[in-house]
T-cell receptor
């Protein structure tokens, strides 16, 4: 079965760029019908969709983050990645990667999440 | 952007009771692309319901979803101890944009 695993730094400084990766195992990232996604949860708050990428490289982003976000895919590594620039403490959150199934309109598989703290 | 509002914010119930959670959208959700998730501390969110009323694989039948347009409901018929968690609704209409509701916490009375 498909599993997702996030990786990246747990602590980054303000104004820097956050880079996270998500490795897909048990299936191919190039399978059609799925968008590979990043979602975050701020401490004590709800879920916020960041954006997603198709295996072809097509992306869609949350308008509130669009100016700072890049999501890319590496089919040779079966991975996709998140870059978030100009970090502030407000970007401190638990970051999840997830698989979005287009025909369902829902996220059917999630990674366990990785905590990112933005602090000097 | 479609804004989702969930009510109540917190629902305090006892095991065995029925839980009714509401999700209201600021505009009609196209294709009824409305999903519900269960989220427990330290775990990944779990898809319960998609398409407003279809249960995801492996989800017990005590969970059911209903509604269309702008008003949706998640019902848990008899709460089990493992059902105490936060529940989120999420929509994806015609636009590729996704939004989540703020969540309803179901806790033990």
């Amino acid at each position: 079965q498909v599993q997702l695993q996030e990786s990246g730094p747990g602590l980054v400084k303000p104004s820097q760029t956050l880079s996270l990766s998500c490795t897909v195992s048990g299936g191919s990232i190039s399978s059609g019908g799925f968008y590979w996604s990043w979602i975050r949860r701020h401490p004590g708050k709800g879920l916020e969709w960041i954006g997603y990428v198709y295996y072809s490289g097509t992306t869609y982003y949350n308008p509130s983050l669009k100016s700072r976000v890049t999501i890319s895919v590496d089919t040779s590594k079966n991975q996709f990645s998140l870059n978030l620039t100009s970090l502030t403490v407000a970007d401190t959150a638990l970051y999840y990667c997830a698989r979005h199934r287009w025909g369902l309109g829902a996220f059917d598989i999630w990674g366990q999440g990785t905590m990112v703290s933005v602090s000097s | 952007e479609i804004v989702l509002t969930q009510s109540p914010g917190t629902l305090s119930l006892s095991p065995g009771e029925r839980a009714t959670l509401s999700c209201r959208a600021s505009q009609s959700v196209s294709n009824n692309y409305l999903a519900w998730y269960q989220h427990k501390p330290g775990q990944a969110p779990r898809l319960l319901i998609y398409g407003a009323s279809s249960r995801a694989t492996g989800i017990p039948d005590r969970f059911s979803g209903s509604g269309s347009g702008t008003d949706f409901t998640l019902t848990i018929t008899k709460l089990e101890p493992e059902d105490f968690a936060v529940y989120y609704c999420q929509q994806q209409g015609n636009s590729p944009q996704i939004t989540f509701g703020p969540g309803t916490k179901v806790d033990i009375k």
